[in-house]
């Protein structure tokens, strides 16, 4: 029996789209009335309230609503200083920065590089997940290795790779100190969690009845994972390498201790160049210039990355709904 406070799912009085665009205007019209004024504390109280009414009206329940206003606390705090982020940049110094060369190389950088350590990633990292998702003895060992550096602090990851890696360690005649190649371990290091574990999770949802199909059918294990098996996981491992990706983006540690600085071949100047990543350059923006220049330059990379990220979500969307290719 319902309780007092229990009064069941009403009926859908309101269109779910109206509603979704009659609060984003809501919510941008409070925002901007609190930021002019100056209180943007007001607006997050608002954010709370306005989430827990729409909630009632929708719903009506109070575990909807108790939960929809416990997470719009969380939605606040990751939500309003990325807005505040925004609306305090100066559109003047932004442009400025937009045209620096200097700018333009970090960019590129910042995109270029993450996306070697995430090909790299998937490149060795699929392999594995696909024996991970099988089984084998010993498994617990090699799940607690690769997951290993979502827990190691950032600068000791590139500490670790300069052991590994630098002078003295292995493949002594590979060159890893300020260089492309120990940018792109380092944040492989980091990143490669991401790639593997999406795409042991993409392995381990497919049926076992469709490779042992094609098995009886006398394809052999390389045909079946070929013809099967990765195509039904693509979208897992696109997954996995976007996590990867995004991940190195945002890599400042061990790529500071590990490739603070790196030469690389820049394709608009059909030549190599010397940039740091944007990580870096925006923290020495931050230490030199102030807030103001390193926020326009976090801008222009959050632009950059989102608009990166956005069009790979497009094209592994939904085939129905997005029109995706993947």
């Known amino acids: 029996m319902a309780s007092g406070t229990e009064t069941g799912p009403r009926p859908k009085r309101l269109g779910r789209a109206p509603v979704v665009v009659a609060f984003a205007a809501v919510q941008l019209t409070a925002f901007a009335a609190a930021y002019v004024s100056g209180s943007p504390t007001l607006y997050a109280y608002f954010v709370v309230g ?140 980091v990143s490669a969690p991401y790639a593997v574990n999406a795409a042991r999770e993409a392995f381990e949802s497919i049926d076992d009845r469709l490779e042992y199909a094609s098995r009886i059918h006398g394809a052999s294990r390389f045909q079946t994972f070929r013809r099967v098996t990765a195509p039904l996981a693509v979208r897992g491992m696109v997954t996995g390498g976007v996590l990867a990706w995004a991940r190195a983006v945002s890599e400042f540690g061990a790529v500071a201790v590990v490739a603070y600085t790196v030469e690389f071949f820049y394709l608009p100047a059909g030549g190599s160049v010397r940039a740091q990543h944007a990580p870096v350059f925006v923290y020495n923006t931050y230490l030199q210039g102030g807030l103001e220049e390193s926020g326009a330059v976090a801008f222009l990379l959050l632009a950059v990355s989102a608009v990166v990220f956005l069009i790979v979500r497009y094209l592994t969307g939904d085939t129905t709904t997005t029109g995706g290719v993947v």
């Open 50 to 189: 306005s989430v827990a009414v729409v909630a009632y009206a929708l719903d009506g329940s109070a575990f909807v609503v108790g939960a929809a206003t416990l997470g719009s606390v969380l939605l606040v705090a990751l939500g309003l200083p990325l807005a505040l982020f925004v609306a305090r940049q100066q559109p003047g110094l932004i442009a400025e920065k937009a045209l620096d060369p200097d700018v333009h190389r970090v960019l590129y950088l910042g995109v270029y590089g993450p996306l070697l350590a995430a090909s790299v990633s998937l490149l060795f990292g699929v392999p594995l997940a696909r024996l991970l998702a099988d089984g084998f003895p010993g498994q617990a060992v090699v799940e607690s290795l690769v997951d290993l550096p979502l827990v190691v602090p950032h600068s000791v990851a590139g500490i670790v790779i300069l052991f590994g890696f630098g002078e003295g360690g292995a493949f002594p005649s590979v060159s890893v100190l300020g260089t492309m190649t120990g940018m792109v371990l380092a944040m492989a290091f």
